[in-house]
């Protein structure tokens, strides 16, 4: 049986789980107060972040899921992600409006993704 690593664990939740081969994070936020595009871009470092933690890379992300408070916001959190995404590791992606855990959250991205073998 794999065993289960667990990063920045608190109380409610830990911000990334790995678990035979598999990691998963947990939603990520921006700044509140800050642009959406500040917010995905902050999102995303944290992403890049937990990944080299738990042994992985944006590249073998399998699955992204993005809440934005506001679908109006689509194009402005695109062209971050855009410049972000490595070209040819696009993952399975989907987007769609929520009310986020407070107003001043604009976004927020949850991963999942394949570890390094």
Sequence with gaps: MS????IHTGARMS?????????????QVGTPGDSVADQTQTC??????????????????LQTTIWL?????????????????????TPARACGESKLATPDYLVEVMVIAAADS
């Design 3 to 6: 065993d289960i690593t667990r």
């Design 15 to 27: 911000q990334g789980v790995k678990f035979n081969g598999t990691i998963y994070l947990a939603g």
């Design 44 to 61: 995303l470092d944290k992403v890049d972040s937990l990944l080299a933690e738990l042994g992985s890379d944006k590249t073998r992300i």
């Design 69 to 89: 408070a506001d679908m109006g916001d689509f194009a402005a959190m695109n062209a971050v992600w855009d410049a972000w995404v490595p070209q040819g590791h």
